[in-house]
């Protein structure tokens, strides 16, 4: 059992920067594909970044050059490096976790955290 335990977020205005942070439990850390997924209101939840066992990233387009995932196996969490926000960005940020990484690439990985919410202010 895996639980995960987002902070960082906040109110912040166009063109600044947060970091988002996901501590998770357990013992294990290392064994897992960690994501970061984003959902806005009304809309659907997306992917925003992923980070494999190996350290391996990808990132949705809509990120890619702003947004970096990292993690740090040593304190068992997986943080987001948000820059150049955009008001687009506003949503609630979810942390999710995996042993396998093509359960968090399609959205459908075992653990997820609680949600922190990130809005944008133009």
């Known amino acids: 059992q895996v639980q995960l335990v987002e902070s960082g977020g906040g109110l912040v205005q166009a063109g600044g920067s947060l970091r988002l942070s996901c501590a998770a439990s357990?013992?294990?850390?290392?064994?897992?594909?960690m994501g970061w997924f984003r959902q806005a209101p009304g809309k659907q939840r997306e992917l925003v970044a992923v980070?494999?066992?190996?350290?391996?990233?990808n990132y949705a387009d809509s990120v890619k050059g702003r947004f970096t995932i990292s993690r740090d196996n040593a304190k068992n969490t997986v943080y987001l490096q948000m820059n150049s926000l955009k008001p687009e960005d506003t949503a609630v940020y979810y942390c999710?976790?995996?042993?396998?990484?093509?359960?968090?690439?399609?959205?459908?990985?075992?653990?997820w955290g609680q949600g922190t919410q990130v809005t944008v202010s133009s």
């Open positions: 999710a976790a995996d042993r396998l990484l093509r359960l968090v690439t399609t959205a459908a990985p075992n653990y």
């Open positions: 980070i494999t066992v190996g350290g391996n990233t």
């Open positions: 357990g013992r294990t850390f290392s064994s897992y594909a």
